[in-house]
Nanobody, 123 residues
């Protein structure tokens, strides 16, 4: 499966963005999906995940209550709605997929990755 992330940009603190990740090559319905992010000089970190069945979600503590992960299998697309953005959310955001995956937070659990989209939050 090939993943294409989009929707990043420059936004002021307190603003919102919605990231999208569109898949090609395979249907996303049988994949567990996630968003990770990587700030300059830091390791890639887990942001949110959604299971392939049942739609259970999991978030890192720093984004709980502000970000919402969702999927539209009919459109083969993963989303990340980001509200109340903070400067510390600035990073390149990556979508990732794993076959028949439940919730997983480890980078190594995901064999498929999108190319990343830059999110910059100004103070």
């Amino acid at each position: 499966v090939q993943l294409q992330a989009s929707g990043g940009g420059l936004v002021q603190a307190g603003g919102s963005l919605r990231l999208s990740c569109t898949a090609s090559g395979r249907a996303l319905s049988t994949y567990g999906l996630a968003w990770f992010r990587q700030a300059p000089g830091k390791e890639r970190e887990f942001v949110a995940t959604i299971a392939w069945v049942g739609g259970s979600t999991d978030y890192t503590d720093s984004v709980k209550g502000r970000f919402v992960i969702s999927r539209d299998n009919a459109k083969n697309t993963l989303y990340l709605q980001m509200d109340s953005l903070k400067p510390e959310d600035t990073a390149v955001y990556y979508c990732a997929a794993r076959v028949y995956g439940g919730s997983a937070r480890n980078v190594l659990d995901y064999p498929y990755w999108g190319q990343g989209t830059q999110v910059t939050v100004s103070s």
